[in-house]
């Protein structure tokens, strides 16, 4: 007799969106404002999407242009 056994796939890998390079600037304040940016971290909804499997050379970029909105930001209030 024989038996189908059917092999076992391995785990998918698991991205994480925490890297001890470069943390997320996520402050959990989760709201977008007209132009499709978050008014907590100053990400583009495209960047957040993009940060899980984004590189950290990537996020650095990321947190520049964020850091660069919420400086623009400060200046006009």
Known sequence: M???ATPVKPPKPLFSNVS???PSPCISICR???DKVCTG???HVEDI???RAATDERRR???RQ???RRSATS???
């Open 32 to 34: 977008l404002d007209e």
């Open 2 to 4: 024989t038996v189908n």
């Open 41 to 43: 971290c100053q990400r």
């Open 20 to 22: 001890p390079a470069v």
């Open 61 to 63: 970029e990321i947190v």
């Open 49 to 51: 999407r993009e940060w």
């Open 66 to 68: 964020a850091d660069q």
């Open 75 to 77: 200046d006009r209030l």
